[in-house]
Antibody, heavy 122, light 107 residues
Framework: QITLKESGPTLVKPTQTLTLTCTFS??????????VGWIRQPPGKALEWLAL???????RYSPSLKSRLTITKDTSKNQVVLTMTNMDPVDTATYYC??????????????WGQGTLVTVSS | DIQMTQSPSSLSASVGDRVTITCRAS??????LNWYQQKPGKAPKLLIY???SLQSGVPSRFSGSGSGTDFTLTISSLQPEDFATYYC?????????FGPGTKVDIK
């Protein structure tokens, strides 16, 4: 059974750096074709794709946020960490991590964490 | 960047209705199109991947079709548990994008 859970602060101040950890079980990030992604959703709005890391340490970022994002993995701990610098109130959202499956014909987020609401406010 | 649009943005339907949601990409994404269902306060759930492949455990009343730029999600007979918001997502190229969502509620 695959599970993922996001953890981190629920409240950050403007200009601070947000660090979120995704702790997962039921799969290994050293397995070919596997990845973990981060997606966020502002209250009442649509999903926004942020970043993705693959088993081979290939990393992808949303170009609009690339300068502020860093994604890393710790395979031994079954964790993926997302950092976002210079937080702003518009970054208030529920942040999800998700298990990624890829092949030559498809890529998708198969399992999702429950999400964690991050509020940016002074 | 590839932009995703969905129509309609919302719809009202009755139990037993056939429901069709359309998703369009601003350029060809082959079949790299996924559909997710999200209920209030919950994480999205994968329904369809690669445009037409049904995720394991998802009821067969859900189906997907299309390739290139135009895609469709169909619910053949709407059930009470299907009232939710549906998102398409392209996984063809970075940045991946989700559609704006289609909210399905009770008529």
């Amino acid at each position: 059974q695959i599970t993922l859970k996001e953890s981190g602060p629920t409240l950050v101040k403007p200009t601070q750096t947000l660090t979120l950890t995704c702790t997962f079980s039921g799969f290994s990030l050293s397995t070919s074709g596997v990845g973990v992604g981060w997606i966020r959703q502002p209250p009442g709005k649509a999903l926004e794709w942020l970043a993705l890391i693959y088993w081979d340490d290939d990393k992808r970022y949303s170009p609009s946020l690339k300068s502020r994002l860093t994604i890393t993995k710790d395979t031994s701990k079954n964790q993926v960490v997302l950092t976002m610098t210079n937080m702003d109130p518009v970054d208030t959202a529920t942040y999800y991590c998700a298990h990624r499956i890829m092949s030559s014909s498809w890529e998708y987020f198969q399992h999702w964490g429950q999400g964690t609401l991050v509020t940016v406010s002074s | 960047d590839i932009q995703m649009t969905q129509s309609p943005s919302s719809l009202s339907a009755s139990v037993g209705d056939r429901v069709t949601i359309t998703c369009r990409a601003s350029q060809s994404i082959s079949s790299y199109l996924n559909w997710y269902q999200q209920k209030p306060g919950k994480a999205p759930k994968l329904l369809i991947y690669a445009a037409s492949s049904l995720q394991s455990g998802v009821p067969s009343r859900f189906s997907g079709s299309g390739s290139g730029t135009d895609f469709t999600l169909t619910i053949s007979s709407l059930q009470p548990e299907d009232f939710a918001t549906y998102y398409c997502q392209q996984s063809y190229s970075t940045p991946e994008a989700f559609g704006p969502g289609t909210k399905v509620d009770i008529k």
